[in-house]
């Protein structure tokens, strides 16, 4: 079995994480960095579209 991971990126202080998209909260919804504790709506913290899409897919 492939465990599928959303990869992030925090748009305040740069940090890169990966994440089961399980473990995120649905896009429109605010997340914070677990580094600076910025907080956004969770889809401004996906790396790529195809990011996006996973993490709209799976929630």
Do not use: I
Request: net charge neutral.
């Amino acid at each position: 079995m492939v465990e599928t991971y959303v990869r992030l990126l925090c748009p305040e202080c740069g940090k890169h994480w990966e994440s089961s998209p399980n473990d995120l909260p649905e896009p429109k919804r605010q997340f914070h960095c677990p580094n600076c504790h910025a907080t956004r709506r969770t889809s401004e913290f996906t790396r790529t579209e195809r990011d996006l899409e996973t993490l709209k897919q799976l929630q």
